[in-house]
Structures are given as C-alpha cells and as structure tokens.
C-alpha cells in the first residue's frame, strides 16, 4: 500500500449534510489494532460499480491514518454492489463487534442492511442522496437533490433564466429532482414540464426527439431557452449530442445540472460548455484530490471525498470517552 500522505482537515465536501428524516463477503484486513473501538465500512469491491467503491476505500484508508487512534480499527466488507452482498457484510460487521458502520452505497443496498443496524441500534452512515432511507439511527451523508436542485435553480435565476423544464431518469434519483423541481418553481406552475427517460438510457433518443419537436418552431414563443438535465457520464452526453441533431439552438439554450456533471471529462463535450451544475468548492477537493494522487497515483472519482469525510467524522467522533449509548451520543 502506498505511503499515506498527511491531510489536515481538508474537508473536501464542506457541503455535504448528514440528514435524518423519518453468504458473508471476503473480509479485507484491519488496519489498526487493538480493536477497543470498531467500525465497519460497507462498499462494492466486486461487481457493480467495483471501482468506484476501491476509491472509496482509497480514501477512508487516507482517513483512517489522519482521525484514527491507536485504539480504533476499521473493518471492510464487499457489498458486491447488491441488496444481498450488503446485508451479508453488515452481518459480519455485526457479528464483529461494530460501534458503527458507515455505507453501504445504493439505496436499495441501504434498505438491505435497515432493519439489522436498527436492530442492533448501531448508528450508520450511508452514501444516499435519498432523505427517505433517512431516520431511526440510519444517517444521510452527501448531497441530496434537494439541495443540489435548489442551488442551481437559484443560481440560474440570478443570472436572468428561469428554468421550466427538467429532464429526469424514471427511477427514485428523477422523482427526487422533480420533486424538488417542481417546489422550487412552485410559482409558475403552468410553465413547468418534467421528461422522463428510462433509467438505462434506452430511450434518450426518443424523448429528445419529441422535446425539440415541441420547442423547436420558426418563432420565439416557444423555443427551449434552459433545461434541467438530471444525469451524468453517458447518458448526459447522449442527451447533450442529441440536442443539436434535432435542431435545438444551443447558442439559446442554458443548460443546467446536478452534482452527477461532476466529471473530469465534461469540458470535452461541445454541447455542455457554457453549462452550469451544482457542485462543492473546487478549492477543498482539489487538496482532497492532489493528496489522493500523491498517495494512489490516480485522480479520485467525485464521490470518494464523501468516504474520506465520513471516516474522518467517525474518528473524530470516537475519540471521545465513550460511543457505547449509540445512537443518542452519535446525535450530539
């Protein structure tokens, strides 16, 4: 493993809120002994989103070393990016001895593991952007579309556009954005449109398509002047392409986003210069990221700041007397 390199306090998502709203995987070494004071951490080292998840590891190993002490350790399971890897390693984790656990990914994955921690009473941290998993000792830690949606539609109508359309997946992420959307232009209800593509992307194409038929016309009345695009990586490129190919004028358009722009390669993309999206402070991730680099000799996907953050509050949270009341002293 690489030699860690030193970071104080860097806080990379000074944003970021922990809400509260309402067969065992392959154990991976400890990292600290002796094991008075014991947390879990759940993510994908296999399967679904498999590199995503070694970052995140990346960066809660870069944490342990600066918050831990020396009589903490930090126990890591493979979800196996499923609903059943996930209630596996929290079994383990359990069964460990865990204070508290911090993940799992996915909120399908986080509904997996629910009734365990509750039962257990161990607080845990999960990477959601769902408030409805939220609550009963389970911890909201990110961004959620709430936040994101708000700060960019505010940040829009302060530069004169106000947008009326959003473009959503049709899964729990879009029904959040829309959601949110549509309370935050709760004042014009009349001009508010949401579009719904599938999930996989299957169907960007179409949908495109009858949205420029819609507004694409010889006059102005009923041009699209700013979109709402709710998605990332592929799928926000395919949409962004296909804009212009069906006669959108981009030159008119405001394009806006969430955090799911976030992406070292959105600049390369003709169509989304000139876009804006919610994100955090460049200033702190990047001193996240340059440590990182230094550390694992690669950039760190977006989200991996989220692990080092939650593993630094843990740390800082357990070096206190005592975390055996649970849930009650992990509110405080």
Known sequence: MATQPSVSSAHPLPEASIVEDNGT????SS???PPDKIVGILVPLTGRAASLGEAMLNAAQMAVFDSFDETSRLIIQDTKGTPEG?????????AEGARVIIGPLFNTSVRAVAPLVRSARVPTIVFSND?????????VFGFTPEQEVRRILTFAASKGRACRIALVPANAYGKAVSTAFTSNRKEDWSAQGIEMFSPDGSNITEVVKELAARHVSDGLTNALECLLIASGGDQLRAIATRLPYYDVNMA????????????DRIGKEPALRGGWFASPATGTFDKFSLNYN???NSRPPFRTALAYDAVSLIGQLISKPSISDGVDQFRE
């Open 25 to 28: 995987g392959v154990s991976r």
């Open 31 to 33: 990292l600290i002994e």
């Open 86 to 94: 996930a209630e596996d390693a929290a079994r383990f984790v359990l």
């Open 131 to 139: 408030r409805s998993v939220a609550g009963d000792g389970i911890y």
């Open 252 to 263: 008119s358009l405001q394009l806006l986003g969430t955090a799911l722009w976030q992406s």
């Open 294 to 296: 230094v550390a694992f």
